[in-house]
């Protein structure tokens, strides 16, 4: 089993910043891979970014250049550095985890219970 908790969320203004992380506890096999996902109201699920146990990063388009997502290993613990944010990045943010990526889709087994992000303009 793998306990995933967020926090660092928040209120900010469009052009800040904010670091959200995600405390992980639990089999390590089974936290390989971690993604960062979130959830605007009235809209579904999308995935933010992810990170494999090969430390290679992919981001979705919408974040790119503007978002970067970490891991401290010894610390248990997942990054989302948020840079330039813009008010449609308001949202709900998950931090999910499995023993493979499954790239942007909803398929990892284990996620936490969010973090809120509001960005006004």
């Known amino acids: 089993q793998v306990q995933l908790v967020e926090f660092g969320g928040g209120s900010e203004q469009a052009g800040g910043s904010l670091r959200l992380s995600c405390a992980a506890s639990?089999?390590?096999?089974?936290?390989?891979?971690m993604a960062w996902f979130r959830q605007a109201p009235g809209k579904g699920r999308e995935g933010v970014a992810r990170?494999?146990?090969?430390?290679?990063?992919i981001y979705a388009d919408s974040v790119k250049g503007r978002f970067t997502i970490s891991q401290d290993n010894a610390k248990n613990t997942l990054y989302l550095q948020m840079n330039s944010l813009k008010p449609e990045d308001t949202a709900m943010y998950y931090c999910?985890?499995?023993?493979?990526?499954?790239?942007?889709?909803?398929?990892?087994?284990?996620w936490g219970q969010g973090t809120q992000v509001t960005v006004s303009s």
């Open positions: 999910a985890a499995g023993r493979i990526c499954y790239g942007f889709t909803l398929l990892y087994p284990y």
């Open positions: 639990g089999d390590t096999y089974s936290r390989r891979c």
């Open positions: 990170i494999g146990n090969d430390g290679i990063a």
